[in-house]
């Protein structure tokens, strides 16, 4: 999910004109790395091994690949909404699966600031969204 993340708003950098838009998508994918990186090196710990190239990340039934090129703002945004909305409900269940361990306490912690990047990016989204609705 991190990963398809990090893709997914890579891929649009180039396609955007706007010098702000751009830069929120360039801070979006620091983020998403953040994520990634922090959560493969959880799965490292465990002794599970992913690998991050692999045609599996890319999110089933979401749009992939040259298909980003020809989206308009309107549908990058919603698209945005859409997956954010999934990080956001994966971050939950994790928050709830580790909410009374005593041990993650650290990992619940880092999860739930996890979410509220999650939050921020889809309601950026659907600021945005609202915006060009209006014009
Ligand atoms: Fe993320
Ligand atoms: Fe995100």
């Given at each position: 999910?991190?990963?398809?993340?990090?893709?997914?708003?890579?891929?649009?950098?180039?396609?955007?004109?706007?010098?702000?838009?751009?830069?929120?998508?360039?801070?979006?994918?620091?983020?998403?790395k953040e994520h990634r990186d922090f959560i493969t090196q959880q799965l490292e710990n465990l002794g599970v091994?992913?690998?991050?190239?692999?045609?599996?990340?890319?999110?089933?039934?979401?749009?992939?690949?040259?298909?980003?090129?020809?989206?308009?703002?309107?549908?990058?945004?919603?698209?945005?909404?859409?997956?954010?909305?999934?990080?956001?409900?994966?971050?939950?269940?994790?928050?709830?699966?580790?909410?009374?361990?005593?041990?993650?306490?650290?990992?619940?912690?880092?999860l739930a600031y996890f979410m509220v990047d999650e939050e921020q990016h889809e309601f950026w989204f659907k600021?945005?969204?609202?915006?060009?609705?209006?014009?």
């Amino acid at each position: 999910m991190e990963a398809y993340q990090v893709k997914l708003y890579q891929s649009q950098i180039q396609a955007l004109e706007d010098p702000h838009i751009k830069h929120v998508y360039e801070r979006f994918v620091v983020r998403e790395k953040e994520h990634r990186d922090f959560i493969t090196q959880q799965l490292e710990n465990l002794g599970v091994g992913i690998n991050l190239a692999g045609p599996s990340f890319t999110l089933a039934g979401i749009v992939s690949g040259k298909t980003l090129d020809l989206l308009s703002l309107k549908d990058r945004y919603k698209l945005g909404i859409a997956v954010e909305h999934k990080a956001v409900q994966m971050y939950h269940e994790f928050i709830e699966m580790t909410r009374h361990d005593p041990e993650l306490s650290e990992l619940n912690k880092k999860l739930a600031y996890f979410m509220v990047d999650e939050e921020q990016h889809e309601f950026w989204f659907k600021e945005h969204l609202t915006r060009l609705e209006h014009v």
